[in-house]
């Protein structure tokens, strides 16, 4: 499982998507999810998109995992240009637990 977080900036939105964003950013759950998730400014001019992507493949890595969330994001339909892509892969992240001694 990845997690990416894509920032960018939104490019020539019309004024149909402009009220969609709108009326929906309140709306907005911040998290990761395999559909993603918008958050963005007030101004609809930068906004941050977190999607989940599943390994595919157990060789699948950071490449994949964007190109999927890339898909994902520009199968939202906003006009858009991206900035910053992040991944983390949650394959490699260890949990601690409260209370484990060494």
């Known amino acids: ?5 894509i920032r960018g900036a939104f490019e020539e939105l019309g004024e149909d998507d402009r009220e969609a964003l709108r009326s929906a950013v309140d709306s907005f759950q911040v998290g990761f999810t395999e559909a ?3 958050t963005c400014d007030q101004s609809l001019s930068a906004f941050t998109f977190r999607c989940q992507v599943p390994a595919e493949e ?10 999927r969330a890339i898909a994902a994001l520009t199968a939202q339909g906003y006009p858009h240009r991206i ?20």
């Open 1 to 5: 499982m990845f997690r990416v977080t």
């Open 36 to 38: 993603g998730t918008f």
């Open 58 to 67: 157990p060789e699948d890595g950071e490449r994949e995992a964007t190109e």
């Open 83 to 102: 900035l910053r892509v992040g991944v983390t892969d949650m394959r490699n992240i260890k949990i601690r637990r409260k209370g484990a001694r060494r």
